[in-house]
C-alpha cells in the first residue's frame, strides 16, 4: 500500500447529548452537507420500550440547527442499523432494520414518512446493515442491498406494485454495499477475517470490490480495495471521476482516494491522538471541491464525540 502522503484535521460537531449516538452519516444538503445522526433511548425510565430518532445538523458557515428527521419505535435496546438518501431538498428517505425476536426485518420510511415493509416476502430470514446504491442520480429507493442471515450480501428492487423482490444473492460477506462509479456498478465488502473484534463486536476483515454486470451478478475476480489493511467499518463514494473509501482500519483511520482503482490511490490519515480512542461510524461525501469525512469517536460514552474534516479534491490524472 502506498505510503500515508498526508494527515487531515478533524473537528467535534456541536451535537447535545452525543453519548447516545449509534451511527452518523454524511449527505448533500439543499444549501449545505447535512450530518445525520441517530440516538438511542428509553421511552420510560423502568425501561419499557426504546425510540431511536434520526436527526440533521447543518455543516458549514449557512448549516441550520439540529432538526429532528423522524422517530423509529423499538421494543429492545440494540440501535439499528440504518441507511439515508436525499429523495428532495431537506427529505430523506430512510431504511433501517426492525428485531423481530431472533430475526431481523428491513423497514423504509420515505420522504412523506409512508413506511413500507421491504422483506415482507421473506418471514424466516434475517436482514441486517441495509444501504441505497450510492452515486446512483436515480431513485434512492428503487434498489438497496442487505446481509441476510449474517453471511450473505442480496439485492433487493422495488416493482411497479411498490413491493420489493430479493433480485440476487451478491457474494458471502459480513458487509456490502454498491457504488455506481461512472458507468460501472462497484460492489464492496467486507470478508471477515480472524482476530479481535473491535468496539461494539466489529469484527475484523479484508475489503474487497469486484465490478457487477448488468445484471447485477459479480464479473470477474475480487480485487483487495485497501492491500494489507485489517478493516472494521468503510463507506465509498464518488463523484465525476473521482471516488473515495473511508475506513477504520487496525492501524487508524484512513481516507484512500484517486480516480481510478486500477493505480494505487492517495491515502490520508487523521489526527489522533493515541489515546485509545476508537473510531467507528465512518461516512465519506465528495463533491466538486471536496472531500468531506465524518467519524464517531468513542461511541456510547461520555467521550463520545462526532468528528468532521475535509480535504480538497484530488484533481483527475494525479
Known amino acids: 500500500m502506498p505510503k500515508t502522503t498526508s494527515e487531515i484535521p478533524l473537528s467535534a460537531v456541536p451535537v447535545d447529548g452525543a453519548s447516545a449516538i449509534s451511527e452518523v452519516q454524511l449527505v448533500p444538503g439543499e444549501k449545505s452537507i447535512e450530518l445525520l445522526y441517530s440516538m438511542t433511548r428509553p421511552l420510560t425510565a423502568n425501561g419499557r420500550g426504546y425510540e431511536t430518532s434520526i436527526s440533521s445538523i447543518g455543516i458549514g458557515n449557512d448549516g441550520h440547527p439540529s432538526l429532528r428527521l423522524l422517530a423509529i419505535p423499538q421494543l429492545l435496546a440494540p440501535p439499528p442499523s440504518w441507511d439515508a438518501a436525499p429523495a428532495s431538498p431537506g427529505l430523506y428517505s430512510v431504511v433501517y432494520e426492525k428485531a423481530l425476536g431472533a430475526t431481523f426485518t428491513l423497514l423504509l420510511r420515505d420522504a412523506k414518512q409512508a413506511e413500507t415493509a421491504v ?15 450510492k452515486g446512483s442520480q436515480e431513485d434512492s429507493s428503487r434498489m438497496l442491498t442487505a446481509i441476510s442471515d449474517e453471511k450473505s450480501a442480496v439485492l433487493f428492487t422495488r416493482g411497479p406494485d411498490g413491493r420489493y423482490q430479493k433480485r440476487v444473492k451478491l457474494c458471502d460477506c459480513g458487509s456490502a454495499m454498491i457504488l455506481r462509479y461512472q458507468r460501472e456498478l462497484l460492489l464492496f465488502y467486507k470478508v471477515v477475517t480472524p482476530g479481535p473484534v473491535r468496539g461494539n463486536l466489529i469484527q475484523p476483515g479484508t475489503l ?83 472531500v468531506d469525512v465524518a467519524i464517531l469517536e468513542s461511541a456510547q460514552t461520555r467521550q463520545a464525540r462526532v468528528l468532521i474534516g475535509s480535504a480538497p479534491e484530488i484533481e483527475q490524472g494525479h
Not at 415482507?120 to 441486517?128: G, L, M, Q, R
Open 119 to 133: 422483506t415482507a416476502d421473506y418471514p424466516f430470514e434475517s436482514f441486517t446493515k441495509p444501504h441505497f446504491i
Open 208 to 290: 474487497r470490490y469486484v465490478t457487477l454486470r448488468s445484471d447485477f451478478v459479480p464479473a470477474g475476480t475480487p480485487v483487495e480495495a485497501l492491500p494489507g489493511s485489517v478493516v472494521f467499518e468503510f463507506d465509498v463514494a464518488a463523484h465525476e471521476g473521482n471516488l473515495a473509501i473511508l475506513a477504520t482500519t487496525k492501524s487508524g483511520t484512513i481516507l484512500a482516494r484517486g480516480a481510478s482503482l486500477k493505480e494505487p490511490l492517495r491515502l490520508d490519515a487523521f489526527e489522533e491522538k493515541k489515546k485509545g480512542e476508537l473510531a467507528s461510524c465512518p461516512s465519506v461525501l465528495l463533491t466538486d471541491s471536496r
